[in-house]
Every structure is written in C-alpha cells, then in structure tokens.
C-alpha cells in the first residue's frame, strides 16, 4: 500500500467508457448534408447578418433563434491558424504527422476545424487557400469531409496578338509554385510587426490591450503564431500608465522572451508623455533589447477628434538633435539596432544630418508612420516620396494610426517593404469590427502578404534582412 493511502480501496485495471455522441437536430441535418449532397451548409442570423459553421442553434450575439436560417456555403477557404499532430493514438482519424487547421469557409464568417492534407506539414502557411474533399464512404460524421487540400489555381496568359491582329493565343495551367532555382515567386521576405499597447491604448477601449508582463508574454506568443517575427513594446504599470521603470520594462521583455524566445522584441524609446531623454534611454542601454525604436524629431503629437477638430491632449514630443545622435550612439554601441521613426519627410532629413557622423550600422532599418495627429496622414504618392529618398542600404517598414493603418502596410508591401499593426496604432479590423487582439492584425497583415504573393519572414530571417545580430 502506498504511503498515505493506507484508508483507500484500490482496484488495480481497465475500465470501458462507450458512448454515443447525439448530433442534434441542426448537427443531424448539417452531417446528412454532407452525407448525401456533398453540400457544406451554415446557418445564418439575419439580426446579425452572420453566417456561422459548424451550424449552431442561436446565434451567439443576439441569442436570435437560426436553427432554420440555412445557407449553402463554398467548399472552398482559408487556413486562419494550424496545429500539427504528433501524437500518436488509435482514436486519431488520420495517421500522424498531420495537419489540423482552423478553416474559414468561403462565405462563412465562423471558422471550423478539418484536417489538411495533399501537402508536407512544413509548406502549410496562415492564408493558404484550400478546398474540401469529400470521403469516398460514409462516416456518418464530419469525416464525410475526408479533408481538405490545397487550391490549385488556375493562370491564364494571353500572348499579344501581333500587328495584322492575328496570332493571340491563351495557356491556361497550374499555377506554378516556385519560379527557376526553387524560389518562389516575388521572393522577398515580408517582416510583420505586431505594437502591442502603446502608450495611450487602453482596456476601456479595448479589454485584449496587455498591462501586465505575463499578458504581453502570451499575446506575443499568439502574434508569433499568427506571422508576427517581431513585436514592438511599451510597457505598462498595473494601472495602465505607460512606465520608465527599468524593473518593469525589463518584466515584460523577459516574459516575452522566455515564452517565445524566437521573436525579436523591440523596445520604445518614447515610453510616454513626461519622460525625460535620461528615463527614455536609461532603461534601453540597461536592458539591451535585439531592437529599439530611434524617432527623428520635435513634433506635435495629440490626441484630437478627428471629425471636430476638438483637442483633447495637447502634447510636444521632443527629439533633438542631441537626443538623435545620443540615443543613436548608445544603441549601436551596445549592439541594440535602431529602427528610425519617420513622422515626415523633416524627420528622415534630421536621420541623414547625423548619420554623416558614421553613428549607424548597415542595413538601415526605418519606420514611416502615418496618421498620427501632429504627423502626416497617410498618402500614397508621399509614400514613394519617402521610399526614394531613402539611403543605400535601407530597409522600410510602415504603420499608420487608425483608418491609415491598412491602406498603409498594403502600399509598403506592394512595394518591396514591410509592415507593422497592433493595438498600439489600430484596435478595428477592416471590416469595422473590433479586434480580438493585435495577433488578429497580425492575420490581417498575413492575408495581405499572401494575395500580393510575399512570404512570410521567420524571425532568423526578419534578423538577417535587418543586420541583427541574435
């Protein structure tokens, strides 16, 4: 008898537990769908205008009753998040390793779960497009779907016809994966970014902002998963007040680091309104981060109502010469790569002026930010000024505050850059909708990346184009 249960009656073996799992009416009617038409179907609420599969009984926002409300959907969408399963168990209904991703249908504003199959585990990607495949025989269960492959898409070219107007021919194939050598086409590694908080977003606006370190640590770990190789930090005190303190600056940066230590945090040398230039670079030279932020000039930086014109707070955001070159020095000094805020095309001039000191290290890293009330608003023919005004060597990513945000990253992805989004700067989805959380920004920015043909930079790879050293 073990020690301490010596008042126990202990029978030593196996015991069978064997159910039925009952479907329900919406289930039953969802599975035989599926069963004898080869049909995904949903449910819709017409209060919410939202269409939900798995079917459910009531909608989960307004309790409205949808069970009868069905509407056929696509076979075919898009890989939002993805596990692979390496477990190894005789109720697994695929022989591991395979793949289990969250699938949103096409029409569909729920995902679902399903297996991934027709490609190696390590080529599967947030944003993939793929499409059913329906079993051969019946399971009676959601199996009916076998699994889901990869959409092959379909190119069509047509050649030019020549000058008497004859001649035009049309290819229509697969499209190709990759190009002559292996690489992929449009090649370039696209870095997304993920600003966490901030200095002014907070849980009044939006509950998913991250105050203390451990809440930072796992939406971090969620932007990582999403396609975020790098996450952009100012910590917060319990109350949500933006902080200097080295001690609790340096919290947040371990947890970050601890829970996923393949991202590069990069640390804000603006920390918030009131700090000096000692307590803004103290806490960067202590803590020695991969990256910090360097900004280029004095500006008005408020918070006003965009409709009104009403200012709310009225705020002068200083950086000096002497503080560019300062801060500038010590980063590179102690192996802390700047990443240069660019609010106007001033700031980007203030950089040269003191670069011809030889302060800075190849490649240049440089961020443009728009929307900002005392900065520019986005525009895209500003844009190309400012990318062709940037040295040899210079890397480019962009962020914009609120409504500029996508139209922002979307012109710097289109254009040989990279892009930052998260709470700090936006907190609504395209579509208007409040985000979960900046790791759903980050499935915007992924989605950007895929229809434009990028790829996703890992974090070892965002280190290389950027010049870190890890």
């Not at 799992?21 to 969802?30: E, H, L, N, P």
């Not at 790569?337 to 890293?365: C, H, R, T």
Request: glycine share 8%; hydrophobic share 35%.
């Amino acid at each position: 008898m073990k020690e301490g249960f010596e008042d126990s009656y202990i029978v030593e073996g196996k015991m069978a537990l064997p159910y039925s799992y009952f479907a329900g009416r919406v289930g039953s009617t969802f599975l035989t769908t599926l069963r004898d038409k080869k049909k995904i179907m949903g449910v819709k609420c017409n209060t919410c205008n939202k269409v939900f599969v798995p079917p459910r009984q009531t909608c989960e926002r307004c309790m409205e009753d949808i069970r009868d409300n069905w509407v056929e959907l696509k076979n075919t969408g898009t890989v939002t998040n993805f596990t692979v399963v390496r477990y190894e168990d005789k109720h697994m209904p695929k022989k591991v390793p395979y793949v289990l991703a969250m699938i949103h249908l096409d029409g569909a504003d729920t995902p679902m779960t399903h297996i991934i199959e027709g490609v190696k585990p390590e080529k599967v990607k947030i944003g993939m497009r793929v499409e059913a495949v329906f079993a051969d025989e019946d399971t009676n269960t959601i199996m009916n779907i076998d699994h889901f492959k990869p959409v092959t898409e379909k190119i069509e070219v047509r050649e030019r016809a020549d000058a008497g107007g004859t001649g035009a021919k049309t290819y229509t194939g697969e499209q190709p994966e990759t190009k002559k050598g292996g690489k992929p086409a449009m090649s370039k590694k696209v870095i997304i970014t993920a600003a966490l908080s901030g200095a002014a977003t907070m849980k009044n606006q939006i509950d998913s902002v991250p105050y203390e370190p451990k809440e930072f640590a796992e939406e971090a770990a969620r932007c990582y998963k999403a396609g975020a190789s790098m996450v952009h930090i100012h910590a917060r005190e319990e109350n949500g007040m933006p902080t200097h303190d080295v001690a609790r600056i340096k919290a947040t940066h371990d947890a970050i680091k601890e829970k996923t230590p393949e991202l590069i945090v990069n640390l804000s040398s603006a920390v918030g309104m009131g700090k000096t230039p000692e307590q803004r670079i103290t806490q960067i030279l202590e803590i020695k981060p991969e990256m910090a932020s360097l900004n280029t000039n004095t500006m008005n930086f408020s918070i006003v109502d965009r409709k009104t014109g009403k200012i709310f707070i009225d705020f002068i955001f200083e950086n000096t010469f002497t503080m560019l070159q300062d801060f500038g020095k010590g980063m590179e000094e102690n192996g802390i790569k700047p990443e240069v805020e660019v609010y106007d095309m001033g700031g980007l001039d203030n950089w040269k002026i003191v670069a011809k000191q030889g302060i800075f290290s190849k490649p240049y890293n440089f961020n443009f930010v728009w929307g900002v009330a005392g900065g520019m608003a986005f525009r895209p023919d500003l844009f190309m000024v400012l990318k062709n005004a940037l040295p040899e060597d210079a890397n480019y990513t962009t962020c914009g505050v609120g409504l500029d945000e996508f139209p922002a990253i979307n012109m710097s992805c289109l254009s040989g850059g990279h892009m930052r989004v998260g709470l700090e700067d936006n907190i609504k989805l395209p579509n208007g909708e409040l985000a979960k959380g900046s790791f759903e920004l980050v499935e915007w920015a992924t989605r950007i990346c895929e229809i434009l043909g990028k790829e996703i930079a890992t974090p070892d790879e965002a280190r290389e184009i950027m010049g870190i050293k890890k």
